[in-house]
């Protein structure tokens, strides 16, 4: 186990030919914008002052993603034991590495100012037997999701264990559910950041070896709750942006769920109410069909497809 632990999943960076157009999708998707030049789109989520959706100006492309550890000297020591040099040229100190497939991993020190998502009351809802809300009506009024923070990254990997091992050597991932094929051949994992007694996200990192060659499979942001979800649902098919699946509960990390896709084909998720662990909580091991199941709602375009071709 590597003796640097990631402790927050930051960002992802994408490139595209036109950021007005991306722009114009992710303020529809939740964002607010950060900042912008000739060169680089960033946008933030409601909760947390940090930018954590850039575009950069080229051909379209998922470029890498963001994690921090805990302070200077964490990241001094990835660099040592990774042998690659701290830029100091940009505002924050960054550790550039590659994945065992390519892909670009900025590492920074954690950002104390950036952290906090603020306070956020939880919603009143009524139930059967208790009553929460007396003498309030509830009213969601149309317009976008809330974006509050990044929540996870899933890419699709040429080598599941060469890339599990990557990970967890230099961050210090935790293995939530390893997704078996059939017994004894595991074909990817949900693996958390280890922040101790501190709960976590189910998963931060989604590794599955995809036939085809490695890709992105989509970035998740976790909105203010499922009614703040499904306000953006629709107002994203009011203006036709394009749907890939949801809405639905989860079986792995039981989130609320909406999948849709930017303008170049890269699929994002807007989910709520997801389940969190602590690093003792011990792994788990699960079926394709629970990855690709769902508690209630859409079934995965796989498996509706598989549906179809068996009528």
């Known amino acids: 186990m590597s003796h640097v632990k990631a402790t927050r999943l930051s960002k992802v960076k994408f490139r595209a030919p036109d950021l007005d157009r991306m722009q114009h999708f992710l303020t529809e998707f939740g964002f607010v914008l950060s900042s912008r030049d000739a060169r680089a789109l960033r946008m933030s989520g409601h909760g947390d002052s940090d930018c954590i959706h850039i575009t950069e100006l080229g051909a379209p492309a998922f470029v890498g993603f963001g994690l921090e550890v805990p302070d200077d000297d964490a990241l001094d020591h990835l660099a040592f034991q990774t042998q690659k040099k701290v830029d100091d040229t940009e505002h924050r100190r960054t550790l550039l590495l590659s994945d065992p497939d390519g892909y670009e991993i900025a590492v920074t020190a954690e950002s104390r100012e950036a952290l906090s ?3 956020q ?3 009143k809802i009524n139930y059967p037997n208790v009553t929460n809300r007396i003498s309030e009506t509830k009213r969601r009024f149309s317009g976008p999701s809330h974006v509050m923070r990044l929540g996870h990254v899933v890419l699709n990997v040429a080598s599941f264990r060469e890339s599990e091992s990557w990970y967890k050597l230099h961050f210090g991932f935790l293995t939530s559910d390893e997704i078996e094929l059939e017994p004894g051949v595991s074909i990817g994992a949900f693996m958390r950041l280890n922040v101790g007694n501190t709960a976590t996200d189910h998963h931060s990192l989604f590794l599955l070896e995809a036939p085809g060659d490695p890709s992105f499979n ?22 036709g942006r394009e749907h890939s699946w949801g809405v639905g509960r989860h079986i792995l990390g039981s989130q609320v769920f909406d999948y849709w896709k930017d303008p170049w084909g890269h699929e994002l998720e807007h989910f709520s109410d997801g389940d969190r662990f602590v690093a003792s909580n011990q792994p788990n091991v699960a079926t394709l069909d629970d990855l690709l199941g769902v508690q209630w709602g859409d079934i995965h375009p796989l498996m509706r497809a598989a549906e179809e071709t068996e009528l």
């Open 121 to 123: 009351s939880a919603p």
């Open 117 to 119: 998502l603020g306070e």
């Open 218 to 239: 989509h970035a998740a942001f976790e909105v203010s709750d499922v009614d703040d979800l499904m306000t953006g649902h629709d107002h994203l098919r009011r203006n």
